[in-house]
């Protein structure tokens, strides 16, 4: 497996570092942005971008998905996914929903602390795996 300084592999990881990383910001300025922090640690960003690269660590094709359940499923042979599919499932639902006006109930402060706790925990196990 390619490790952590591959550049490639770095690319991914650097990214998914900045999408958590305006996530905080996001909640953290005035006026609160919950649902953009929402969508930064969602599957098509933080968490989904860290799973592409462990993808590219172990060599294997990136697929242009932001499904991250099914990434998941991609890496099963070098992760235990058991513990990440049923919060990732959670995650999902902020793929789209914060992107577009809605009439419905707006993200709140407690959405996007769950999102980036998420985030954050998949994020953790999956650099885990990846060889420094």
Same mark, same amino acid.
């Given at each position: 497996?390619?490790?952590?300084?591959?550049?490639?592999?770095?690319?991914?990881?650097?990214?998914?570092?900045?999408?958590?990383?305006?996530?905080?910001?996001?909640?953290?300025?005035?006026?609160?942005?919950?649902?953009?922090?929402?969508f930064?640690?969602?599957?098509?960003?933080?968490?989904?971008?860290?799973?592409? +690269?462990?993808? =590219? %660590?172990? *060599?294997?094709?990136?697929?242009?998905?932001?499904?991250?359940?099914?990434?998941?499923?991609? #890496?099963?042979?070098?992760?235990?996914?058991?513990?990440?599919?049923e919060?990732?499932?959670?995650?999902?639902?902020?793929?789209?929903?914060?992107?577009y006006?809605?009439?419905? +109930?707006?993200? =709140? %402060?407690? *959405?996007?602390?769950?999102?980036?706790?998420?985030?954050?925990?998949?994020?953790?196990?999956? #650099?885990?795996?990846?060889?420094?």
């Amino acid at each position: 497996m390619r490790p952590r300084s591959q550049p490639e592999v770095a690319a991914w990881l650097d990214k998914a570092e900045r999408d958590l990383l305006m996530a905080r910001r996001a909640t953290d300025g005035e006026p609160e942005l919950y649902d953009q922090a929402c969508f930064h640690s969602q599957h098509q960003q933080a968490a989904e971008k860290v799973l592409k +690269a462990l993808l =590219t %660590a172990a *060599d294997l094709p990136v697929p242009r998905t932001h499904d991250l359940v099914v990434l998941l499923h991609l #890496v099963e042979d070098l992760l235990d996914i058991s513990g990440l599919l049923e919060p990732a499932s959670r995650l999902t639902k902020f793929s789209t929903s914060p992107r577009y006006p809605s009439f419905l +109930a707006s993200e =709140t %402060a407690q *959405d996007a602390e769950m999102a980036i706790g998420i985030a954050r925990d998949i994020i953790a196990q999956v #650099v885990g795996e990846i060889p420094t």
